[in-house]
């Protein structure tokens, strides 16, 4: 290895100590976010009990920011394959590694980009946050998932600092729980993409 590079080690997922509570408090973060949006969802089916909610037409581009987001899950997978084992040497599993991951961050970057370029759509077709009740809700749900993901890419962001040898040692378990949080953020948004799109 030539001197002055560094390649970081990576040590074997275990689940004791701070890796353990930080498996936990991803699961916790998990629980509490799906009780926000579920009490989210609930006030939503109360309020269109009042019978003044208005139809949106979603901007197309909800959809390729769906596509987005799904995918970012596969290159965050290939990641975590590259990184945790395979015949490869190290270095190489490194390289693929962190540049499957930084895959995931753009399309991560891009997602929370789409989002926004859906709020302008519905800005234009004169849809604020105050306008009416479906309105209220999507910018609501969409607003709060994004914020989510942003905690996500930062998440991406300092894992790949790990990677990268500017912050160490790397642990597989920081990245196992990362990803999980990720997956997560998915799932959510297909949730909450089923929601819009069939009571809003």
Request: contains cysteine.
């Amino acid at each position: 290895m030539a001197s002055g590079t560094y390649t970081p080690v990576v040590e074997p997922p275990r689940f004791a100590g701070p890796d353990r509570a930080s498996r936990s408090g991803i699961w916790v973060a998990i629980f509490a976010i799906s009780m926000s949006f579920a009490a989210f969802t609930s006030a939503m089916y109360v309020r269109q009990g009042a019978g003044d909610g208005v139809h949106l037409v979603l901007p197309s581009v909800i959809y390729a920011n769906t596509v987005a987001l799904l995918l970012s899950g596969l290159t965050l997978e290939k990641s975590r394959r590259c990184i945790a084992r395979g015949l490869m040497p190290e270095a190489v599993k490194l390289r693929q590694g962190i540049g499957w991951l930084v895959v995931t961050l753009i399309l991560g970057l891009a997602f929370v980009a789409g989002q926004y370029l859906v709020w302008q759509g519905l800005a234009a077709q004169g849809l604020y946050l105050a306008t009416n009740p479906s309105s209220s809700f999507f910018y609501v749900f969409t607003a709060v998932h994004a914020l989510h993901v942003l905690g996500g890419i930062t998440a991406i962001v300092y894992v790949l600092g790990r990677l990268a040898g500017m912050l160490r040692p790397f642990r597989q378990s920081l990245f196992d729980s990362m990803a999980i949080y990720w997956h997560f953020m998915g799932v959510l948004w297909l949730y909450l993409l089923f929601i819009i799109g069939t009571r809003l």
